[in-house]
């Protein structure tokens, strides 16, 4: 015993040490003695044994004391287990009730009473007594209940826990609540607590929201050690950055209500019977209330709640029988106006006892469904590929699919700056002259059937320059760029950037982003725009540590700079970077430098077929950004909806933070082998009247 060691669990954190995610059968946060906060030991000395320093295992006074109250309730209501006799059960004996067990509790009792000191007892006590929802020690439940280390608890929340022993699951206050608080029986119960669910978000012990990168941690380790990674205390510590993390979570929650709000209403969540009257049972109302939340749960800050009365200038709801919520706002009876008319359709219909989630917006409420929408984003260091923030959906729980590694989707137009850059190094300029006149293209052009490709809006220009086609996103320019080229070349060029050949077809369609791509895949892609021309991998894990705090592993990342990593002509990258600042500023991704007052942003939107997949990646020097959205199972995200108006606001939004008070890094020098003429790049090799001058246009 005075070598304990228990089995503590995977923990992973941020780079500035702030904890994600935690795995194992057991939650456990081991505290010297001398950590540990009087408050913590006075509540728990009160709560289990307040002759704890004075007898010697057994409190003979508490026998007594306990037969007497037994026998005058004619009931076994007292026990007189010390805290002693607790640890022996704990460390070595089952829970079956026998006289046997009984008998070896008592000796084993008295042997750690000859063999350790009272502040070691207790210090075992404090660091191994469960206390519901996988939480081993105080510090362990401190952290999953009320969201705080050990050393931040008041009064009244020492008192909460210490009482949570007796029974985990029941008086723990996750489970409920108001027995948790009869069971302190202190009058420190007048300060405030705040109690956090066991979810694994903020609300759950951690200070940040960074589910889908602890989980992926988590695998990449499990891969190495199997089993073993649960158990033997290693402490994972990634690349993300709590700001940018939590900063990038509330940017996707935020861009997919934005979303959802701007979409037509669907109408309800459900729907239950409300007996007339049960406003003035609470008993009964609380009652329904808690069976809805077992099919739909909060989640995060979409409240549960049920319509007790609706109208087209207010909707009553109850989320408890003591909390009834006005929503009244015009702007929030906007969103579900389709279903507070009259003639609203049955399914559409907001009514007594429709289901809901309730979303406080600000200063007030709105009715809103759970998104069927999902989002992701991801953020890298382009130097050496650091993930810096990864949100992979709306909500972690939701099926734990993470869409930034997992979610193989069309890029639209933002694949068309990979189909420039392949162009550049073939004789073409930004000052090249292309058609965007519309052409069809045969079967026998195709290898399958007839393609009539379209520019979005349906708008043509008699010519372009690449400059001018990249800026305005034409797809007919992009078409005949790949045609000058070659498909094949194209195909294989683009592997450069990290793509898998066998996902991006050697066909024209390619040049419109037809292929398949994972969001992380275009951080590190145009990771070598802004890092000037070298792949990096991302990577997320920087060091592992174990449970001695021995580092076991730590990264080894390829840095921009290294011979080894140089993927495109450094050349190509200065002008791509000119070209992306450009459409950043003047072009389809204007809004960006715009909102962010800033001129060092590179970006591209990107918008599919049907508007089913919208994205936008952009990036400065030091940081890359991808955000997309799109449904699970591919379907138009509605008309109107493009990678500028859907995905661009979560980029905005996240760069916000992550960019706040960074220096604005203008260009460098164009490297040597570039020269500007007439205004714009020439490769020294292709000077005017040597590059190719018009692509697609008479001679």
Do not use: C
């Not at 702030?18 to 003695?33: A, H, K, P, Q």
């Not at 509540?43 to 026998?71: C, K, P, S």
């Not at 099919?295 to 003591?322: C, F």
């Not at 078409?479 to 294989?492: H, L, N």
Request: hydrophobic letters at 40%; glycine letters at 10%.
């Amino acid at each position: 015993m005075i070598d304990y060691r228990p089995r503590v669990p995977l923990r992973i954190y941020t780079a500035d040490k702030v904890l994600i995610g935690e795995f194992g059968e057991e939650r456990r946060n081991v505290l010297r003695f001398d950590e540990i906060p009087d408050v913590m030991k006075s509540a728990i000395l009160a709560a289990e044994d307040d002759r704890f320093y004075q007898h010697g295992g057994i409190d003979w006074m508490g026998v007594g004391r306990a037969a007497l109250a037994n026998m005058t309730h004619m009931s076994k209501t007292q026990g007189a287990s010390t805290i002693t006799m607790q640890v022996a059960r704990n460390f070595y004996l089952s829970s079956e009730k026998t006289y046997t067990r009984k008998f070896y509790e008592l000796l084993l009792t008295f042997k750690i009473e000859a063999t350790l000191s009272k502040d070691q007892i207790l210090d075992l006590y404090m660091n191994q007594i469960y206390l519901g929802h996988r939480a081993y020690g105080f510090a362990a439940a401190s952290r999953t209940y009320l969201g705080k280390q050990l050393g931040e608890i008041t009064t009244a929340e020492a008192a909460m826990l210490a009482g949570i022993p007796k029974a985990p699951s029941r008086f723990n206050p996750i489970a409920n609540f108001e027995r948790a608080k009869t069971r302190q029986g202190y009058d420190a119960m007048a300060q405030e607590i705040v109690v956090k669910s066991a979810l694994g978000t903020p609300a759950g012990g951690y200070a940040i929201h960074g589910e889908y990168a602890a989980e992926l941690a988590r695998q990449l380790l499990y891969g190495v050690y199997q089993d073993n990674v649960y158990s033997r205390g290693f402490n994972i510590y990634t690349t993300i950055k709590s700001t940018d993390q939590e900063a990038a979570y509330l940017a996707v929650r935020n861009g997919i209500l934005d979303y959802t709000r701007r979409a037509p209403y669907t109408g309800p969540q459900g729907q239950v019977d409300l007996p007339a009257g049960i406003e003035n049972d609470h008993a009964q109302l609380d009652s329904i209330l808690d069976d809805l939340q077992d099919k739909y749960p909060d989640t995060g800050d979409l409240l549960t709640g049920v319509v007790l009365d609706a109208s087209p200038n207010q909707i009553r709801v109850a989320r408890t029988a003591q909390q009834i919520i006005d929503v009244n706002d015009k702007r929030a009876l906007k969103i579900v106006a389709r279903g507070l008319v009259k003639n609203a359709k049955a399914d559409v219909r907001i009514q007594r006892g429709s289901v809901v989630y309730l979303f406080r917006n600000g200063d007030y409420w709105e009715v809103i469904n759970m998104p069927a929408v999902q989002a992701a984003f991801v953020s890298v260091r382009p130097q050496d590929g650091a993930i810096q923030a990864m949100v992979g959906g709306f909500h972690f729980s939701d099926g734990k699919f993470n869409r930034v590694t997992q979610a193989w989707r069309q890029p639209g137009s933002a694949f068309k700056p990979f189909i420039y850059a392949s162009s550049l190094e073939r004789g073409l300029t930004p000052a090249t002259q292309i058609s965007d006149e519309p052409f069809v293209l045969t079967a026998a052009q195709t290898g399958s059937k007839p393609w009539t490709p379209k520019n979005y809006g349906r708008t043509y220009e008699p010519m372009l320059t690449m400059r001018q086609g990249l800026y305005k996103s034409k797809n007919m320019v992009s078409i005949r760029i790949m045609q000058a080229v070659g498909p094949k070349y194209v195909q294989e060029y683009v592997t450069r950037f990290g793509f898998d050949k066998a996902r991006q077809p050697a066909v024209l369609p390619l040049a419109l982003g037809a292929g398949s791509v994972t969001p992380l895949q275009m951080a590190g892609a145009y990771s070598v725009f802004a890092n000037g021309g070298y792949r990096t991998e991302p990577y997320l894990i920087d060091y592992v540590t174990d449970s001695t705090n021995k580092v076991i592993m730590r990264a080894k990342p390829i840095v921009a700079g290294d011979a080894a990593a140089r993927a495109i002509d450094a050349r190509t990258a200065y002008v791509m970077n000119d070209l992306l600042r450009g459409v950043a500023t003047s072009g389809t991704g204007a809004r960006a430098s715009r909102e962010l007052k800033r001129t060092d942003i590179g970006g591209k939107t990107g918008t599919t077929n049907d508007s089913q997949d919208a994205w936008f990646a952009g990036y400065t020097p030091d940081l890359v950004g991808i955000a997309w959205m799109g449904f699970d199972k591919p379907r138009s995200l509605g008309s109107g909806e493009t990678g500028g108006g859907a995905s661009m606001p979560i980029w905005i939004n996240y760069m916000r933070t992550a960019l706040k008070d960074k220096p604005i890094v203008p260009p460098g020098p164009a490297p040597s082998g570039l020269s500007r003429i007439n205004g714009d790049f020439y490769f020294d090799e292709f000077p005017p009247g040597q590059a190719i001058a018009r692509v697609g246009l008479p001679a």
